[in-house]
């Protein structure tokens, strides 16, 4: 049997994981009817049990995932394969008993609907042809649906149109507030089953979206929403031997280190996220940003550090506490090394501040 993870589809539209478990096709309990089932992988519990239609609502997604809507629960359910050959032998006998289901009810070969795979074909088609989603003129309309068979062309058309269409696109997936929570989403799930060719697929789509060096792209991915399942995705580098481990890295050796405990959250998120730009600039990608690029992640923590020193500046009580710590005599001498050092990059930073902010801060 199948080993497969079972998601359901939310109301809130979010893939929710049901299990772990290996899925077969076989009569139903009760029934003459085939059906899947998946067993979970410890206890044996059912996680789903599916009475297989000869109505066309499958579709196998790239390799490893099969989804559906099924009717009597009225929800969308999917299935994530741990190997694209068991994806593709439980599919293929899917659309097996389709079409004997079908042939069966019209007692004739030669009569009836088309075969479901003639017309989930057609489908792929459809998708796989970047024409439908531009205009007459040649503009694009719109990016394909983030789903897990649309990645290529999604990649595609970033990697191979040129400067009005890239611009487009990062116009595109500025505006579809659903992107990014998709796309990292399949990159959970991917992640979970080891899919290790789609983790490259989605490896090279987010550096291709951190290339098309937008702005308003920038102010989404550096958030604190989605920047760890970004670069969670920047691990699976294809053309290097082993994944890489840059979240454990930033949850297990990066200590924020406060001098002065900072109350504002907004300061404190900036100071993370300055931290993080500067470690995917340096680290992660340095080998394929290009200027254009890395000017505007400089901007960035540039922009960052003045607002941060801008408004700690502006914070009365926190600079009369710095200075106040400072004159203790009974702290240690580690502590006031950390104050004096703090001190030391607050002056630094503030050179980027406008000179008459400068001359207010130093008074």
């Known amino acids: 049997m199948q080993r497969v993870k079972v998601y359901r589809l939310t109301d809130g539209g979010k893939w929710d994981d049901r299990g772990t478990g290996h899925v077969n096709i076989d009569f139903l309990e009760d029934s003459k009817e085939l059906g899947l089932t998946v067993l979970d992988e410890e206890d044996n519990e059912t996680l789903l049990m599916h009475n297989i239609t000869s109505e066309d609502i499958y579709r196998k997604q790239e390799d490893t995932i099969i989804s559906w809507r099924d009717p009597e629960v009225a929800t969308e359910l999917a299935l994530s394969f741990q190997e694209a050959a068991g994806c593709s032998y439980i599919w293929d006998n899917i659309c097996d008993i389709q079409r004997n ?41 719109e990016l394909p649906p983030v789903e897990l068979s649309n990645l290529p062309l999604i990649l595609k058309t970033i990697l191979e149109g040129g400067i009005t269409d890239q611009m487009r696109v990062a116009e595109l997936i500025t505006q579809d507030r659903e992107f990014f929570p998709k796309l990292l989403d399949i990159f959970r799930i991917c992640e979970d089953l080891e899919n290790l060719d789609d983790l490259h697929m989605i490896f090279k789509l987010v550096r291709g979206i951190i290339l098309l060096n937008s702005s308003s792209i920038f102010d989404k991915i550096f958030s604190d929403e989605f920047i760890l399942d970004i670069i969670g995705a920047l691990e699976y580098d294809p053309d290097v031997p082993k994944v890489q481990k840059h979240r454990a890295f930033l949850k297990d050796h990066v200590v924020f280190k406060e001098a002065i405990p900072i109350k504002n959250v907004s300061v404190v998120s900036k100071i993370h996220q300055t931290y993080r730009i500067g470690y995917l600039k340096d680290v992660i990608l340095p080998r394929v940003l290009d200027d254009g690029t890395l000017a505007s992640l400089n901007t960035m923590i540039h922009s ?26 009974n702290i240690s001498m580690e502590s006031k090394r950390e104050l004096v050092l703090f001190l030391h990059e607050f002056c630094t930073l503030s050179k980027s501040l406008p000179l008459v902010q400068q001359l207010r801060l130093f008074r």
């Open 304 to 329: 960052n550090n003045a607002a941060v020193i801008s408004l700690l500046k502006d914070d009365s009580c926190f600079i009369q506490e710095l200075f106040a710590r400072m004159r203790l005599s």
């Open 101 to 141: 289901i079908q042939f069966n009810n019209l007692g004739a070969l030669e009569v009836g609907p088309r075969p479901t795979s003639v017309s989930l074909e057609a489908s792929r088609v459809l998708h796989s042809n970047d024409e439908s989603f531009r205009s007459v003129n040649g503009e694009l309309r």
